[in-house]
RNA sequence: GCCCCCAUCGUCUAGUGGCCUAGGAUACCGGCUUUUCAUGCCGGCGACAGGGGUUCGAAUCCCCUUGGGGGUGCCA
């Protein structure tokens, strides 16, 4: 059995991002549930940057990431901005710690200066594919001495350093996947130090992972193999073994990788380009509350048929004894009725500020509405009730924050609404306006009593004048009801846009 | 090639030997509500990958096959 920390000491998870781009929504599932048991256990979540690899850091990335979590309202306890016990929290900064313990390491022949140039590497891998369907790298006997190791650094080689593999089967214990015995023979020495002198992967996670006290490690199955390397470090340096749970991994509809490169290959074809990070549903509108609760099922169930949670509702009852094994995919589209309902379920203020941000956050939206009061958008969003993500709304309603002289009518709408049967719905308009400019009460009830009056007045259905003054003011068929409409718009523009309507015949 | 993981409606899942003629959600189809677009409500369609065992009894346990995924980097 492979020790495992006790679980009297306080739970501490970390989410370690490197920093190569906006937050994906795989990793926004896999620190959700490293929040989740955080929380759940009252534990400590850590942010942890792993940027070790010079040649894929992209600039302002960190930046993006802490956004895209505090977004998602996913704050942790220890990390960038915040600091905490067991900092620095930069890979990057760190340099100094894993030199230590490769120092340990190298005088307790746990490891060893490797001197193949990554050329010769390539070779034998290339060669190995050919003949035996893989390469396995195969430790020098007698492995180099540090002196000849040394003596290649300071001659201007990029040397790396190796740790030895134990020759013995290496049981990972998953409480997600049970054990998971690795055989000897696929394990290799792997690389512990670049030749650049930066740790890779595997080093400086299990380094931090021992001096941030983490307890338990959840993580993608993509990591499942890299498991057994790091518990055999582990051993070698004296730390314990954190407690590991392998999350299944997100995909496609059509199974496919949810990558960065849909985006473009959308792009390509025309298309509009896939949600594929965090980023990119705030800025196509969603709820961070619709998506939370969306990915917290993916691989995740809390039984009894429910499925709306709040965040809150998810910590409680939150277990990793019901995470499931099995791969999931991405459903849009159950996404999206998942955001339909959260907007119907958020309290008013909270809709609008989930508004305010969108609106920060698309370049899309009419700028006259960024700035628009906030009483006039709490009213939008009243009268639009049904949409599905915020360009619903904006569908719907921007019209109203647009110039009146930038009003578009749409072909189909005026055919269809106003030139149809010899011009009726203008007809109609030319009835209505000065009916209308007479109108006392331009509040949404009284706009709608004077309608309910004319029709039945002239012994209509209410569509018959409702439609034309829709697409009069609007430009389209689309809008929320008449009279809010007409109430929003204000007596002065609804005049203006009628005329300028009946102008344009 | 080798190693590892996985397998219930199209999709997300409930189910841990009898409560299953398999439940919920979403999608789809039909109906209702409605001044537009939506929303909402009601109903319907729809799955235990295949084959062997074990057992009085299997979606649930075991084996094989098939299918899917991951690993096989001086990426993380």
Known sequence: MVPTTTNTEPLRVRFAPSPTGYLHIGGARTVLFNWLLARRAGGTFILRIEDTDQTRHVEDSVQKILEDLRWLGLHWDEG???????????????????????????????????????????????????TTGGFRYRRPDPVPTVEEGLAARAAGRQIVVRFKMPEEDIVVSDIILGEVRLPAE?????????????????????????????????????????????????????????????????????????????????????EAP??????????????????????????????????????????????????????????????????????????????????????????????????????????????????????????????????????????KAVKKVLAKNEGEGYAVLRKLLPALADLADWSAAGVEAFLQHTCSDRNVQLGKIAQPLRVAVSGTTISPSIHETLALLGKARTITRIERCLQSV
């Open 186 to 270: 696929q394990l290799e020495d792997f690389v512990l130090q670049k030749g650049d002198g930066f740790p890779t992967y595997h080093f400086a996670c299990v380094v931090d992972d021992a001096l941030m006290r983490v307890t338990h490690v959840l993580r993608g199955q993509e990591h499942l193999m890299n498991t057994p390397k790091h518990v055999a470090l582990q051993r070698a340096l004296g730390f314990p073994t954190p407690v590991y749970a392998h999350l299944p991994v997100i995909f496609n509809l059509d199974g496919s990788k949810m990558s960065k490169r849909d985006k473009e290959k959308a792009l390509a074809r025309g």
């Open 80 to 130: 960038p901005e915040l600091g905490g016990p067991c900092g620095p929290y930069f890979q990057s900064e760190r340099l100094d710690t894993y030199n230590r313990y490769l120092q340990q390491l190298l005088e307790s022949g746990h490891a060893y200066y490797a001197l193949e140039t990554q050329e010769q590497l390539q070779a034998l891998r290339a060669t190995g594919e050919r």
């Open 274 to 411: 896939p949600e594929i990070d965090v980023h990119d549903f705030r800025v196509a509108g969603y709820l961070p509350e619709a998506l939370v609760n969306f990915i917290s099922l993916l691989g995740w169930s809390p039984g009894e048929d429910r499925e709306k949670l709040t965040l809150d509702e998810t910590v409680a009852l939150f277990s990793i004894d019901r995470v499931g094994k099995t791969n999931a995919r991405f459903d849009r589209e159950k996404l999206l009725a998942f955001n339909t309902d959260w907007a119907t379920r958020v309290t008013p203020p909270r809709l609008l500020e989930a508004l305010r941000d969108f609106l920060a956050v698309n370049p899309d939206v009419p700028s006259a509405m960024r700035e628009a009061a906030e009483e006039t958008l709490a009213e939008v969003l009243r009268v639009c009730t049904g949409f599905r993500t915020f360009p619903d709304v904006i569908r719907k309603a921007g019209f109203l924050f647009v110039p009146d002289e930038a009003i578009v009518y749409d072909d």
